[in-house]
């Protein structure tokens, strides 16, 4: 099967109707200064993201002779949650190949949903290049997380959802990996709302979708390098890159630091996890880089299931691109007063230090001066350039 019809997608919104989660869509928000912000929230699925849709629908067809095998899949997290818990439900044996790049809490999840787990080197690609030969030698059946048609057909009930829970929609906005997510979703919008505008976000650091529909070719990226690990993908399916170009809108590209501010603000201003490719989406609309200005737009939130050993440092990362904490550095004489002053100038601001490096002895630096490093809480980029014009008018200057 090598093309999707749009009954496929409703026959799978029936199968999953009580295994996966109807998410809400949260909205209006107050997420972006230019268009009215919607959230289809898939980080409150029952798995934790998206992923149990597809795969659960696609073990749900699978023949008497496929079960009685076993299933095998390879996930950097998140399809292997969703390929674990269906399995599971099925009384079906799994194994599932992660790459050491997968969150820790991705993969005690899937071995606590009943899966064998198999951790390869590298990344997604070098796990689904292990999980190919495990199938061969061992004959099992493989779940592929995002180039078969029955796995975006369940991926595909989230666009019938968001068109009965929000029918005024004008745009959709999907992350993007292997593509699996968005063709589901596209195919199910365009089919149904043809008018209604489907994009797709890749992080910068793996752009292998966008790349592909560019050069008009199937791209293999050499390596992959971002914090959203769930969309680090090095190249998009057959079905996938075709599906895309004949639904997609347009994709475009977020980095670390914009994902990190979308994180930050999905958490403060909705009190909403988001993992680094759950909200790309959002990223995108923040930062301005789709053509939605004034439209109702769904960001999808496609998971939620970050790890918090590195949410600490993805919220510094969002504070810094928000301009709510910024470093300073300075090149003093040695002398007293000058700290003092410096420190004067900003709590007159509004701004609060939060640490001081002060060295006198500094190879970087002349043997009758001193580095002064601060660390400032603020509120704004605003902010942010009020006080270094104040600093710099009283005569300090910032070296970085």
Same mark, same amino acid.
């Given at each position: 099967m090598n093309t999707l019809e749009i009954s496929e997608v409703f026959k799978a919104r029936e199968v999953l109707k009580n295994v996966a989660r109807m998410t809400s869509i949260i909205g209006p928000t107050t997420l972006s200064d230019n268009c009215e912000v919607y959230l289809k929230a898939e980080c409150l699925q029952l798995t934790g993201s998206f992923k149990l849709r597809g795969a659960y629908y696609k073990i749900s067809q699978l023949s008497p002779e496929e079960k009685k095998k076993g299933v095998i899949a390879c996930s950097a997290g998140n399809h292997a949650q969703g390929v674990a818990l269906g399995a599971t439900h099925n009384g079906i044996k799994s194994l599932i190949c992660l790459p050491t790049t997968a969150p820790l809490?991705?993969?005690?999840?899937?071995?606590?949903?009943?899966?064998?787990?198999?951790?390869?080197?590298?990344?997604?690609?070098?796990?689904?290049?292990k999980a190919c030969e495990l199938k061969e030698e061992h004959d099992y059946t493989f779940i592929h997380p995002f180039d078969d048609p029955?796995?975006?057909?369940?991926?595909?009930?989230?666009?019938?959802?968001?068109? #009965?829970?929000?029918?005024?929609?004008?745009?959709?906005?999907?992350?993007?990996?292997?593509?699996?997510?968005?063709?589901?979703?596209a195919f199910a919008i365009k089919t149904l709302r043809p008018e209604v505008k489907v994009y797709g976000v890749q992080a910068k650091g793996a752009p292998s979708m966008k790349l592909s529909l560019d050069k008009k070719e199937k791209v293999c990226l050499e390596n992959v390098k971002t914090i959203a690990d769930g969309i680090a993908v090095k190249e998009p399916g057959?079905?996938?890159?075709?599906?895309?170009?004949?639904?997609?809108?347009?994709?475009?590209?977020?980095?670390?630091?914009?994902?990190?501010? #979308?994180?930050?603000?999905?958490?403060?201003?909705?009190?909403?996890?988001?993992?680094?490719?759950?909200?790309?989406?959002?990223?995108?609309?923040?930062?301005?880089?789709?053509?939605?200005?004034?439209?109702?737009?769904?960001?999808?939130?496609?998971?939620?299931?970050?790890?918090?050993?590195?949410?600490?440092?993805?919220?510094?990362?969002?504070?810094?691109?928000?301009?709510?904490?910024? #470093?300073?550095?300075?090149?003093?004489?040695?002398?007293?007063?000058?700290? #003092?002053?410096?420190?004067?100038?900003?709590?007159?601001?509004?701004?609060?230090?939060?640490?001081?490096?002060?060295?006198?002895?500094?190879?970087?630096?002349?043997?009758?001066?001193?580095?002064?490093?601060?660390?400032?809480?603020?509120?704004?980029?605003?902010?942010?350039?009020?006080?270094?014009?104040?600093?710099?008018?009283?005569?300090?200057?910032?070296?970085?």
């Open positions: 809490s991705k993969v005690e999840a899937t071995k606590n949903f009943g899966a064998d787990i198999c951790m390869v080197d590298g990344c997604y690609d070098d796990a689904y290049k029955l796995v975006i057909a369940g991926q595909g009930t989230i666009g019938l959802e968001i068109l #009965a829970q929000l029918p005024e929609v004008e745009a959709v906005v999907v992350p993007v990996g292997g593509g699996g997510l968005i063709s589901g979703v057959e079905l996938t890159l075709e599906m895309c170009r004949k639904y997609v809108d347009e994709i475009v590209t977020v980095n670390d630091d914009e994902i990190a501010a #979308a994180i930050l603000a999905l958490m403060e201003k909705q009190k909403m996890v988001s993992e680094g490719a759950g909200a790309v989406a959002l990223a995108a609309v923040m930062f301005h880089k789709l053509p939605v200005e004034g439209k109702k737009v769904v960001c999808l939130i496609s998971g939620g299931n970050i790890d918090v050993s590195i949410l600490n440092r993805t919220m510094t990362r969002g504070l810094v691109k928000s301009g709510r904490l910024v #470093a300073l550095t300075f090149d003093l004489p040695d002398r007293p007063g000058p700290l #003092a002053d410096i420190t004067r100038i900003v709590a007159s601001l509004g701004g609060n230090v939060i640490s001081v490096t002060h060295e006198r002895a500094s190879s970087v630096t002349d043997i009758n001066s001193c580095f002064l490093h601060i660390e400032l809480e603020t509120r704004n980029h605003e902010h942010v350039a009020e006080i270094k014009k104040k600093l710099e008018e009283a005569g300090y200057r910032i070296s970085n």
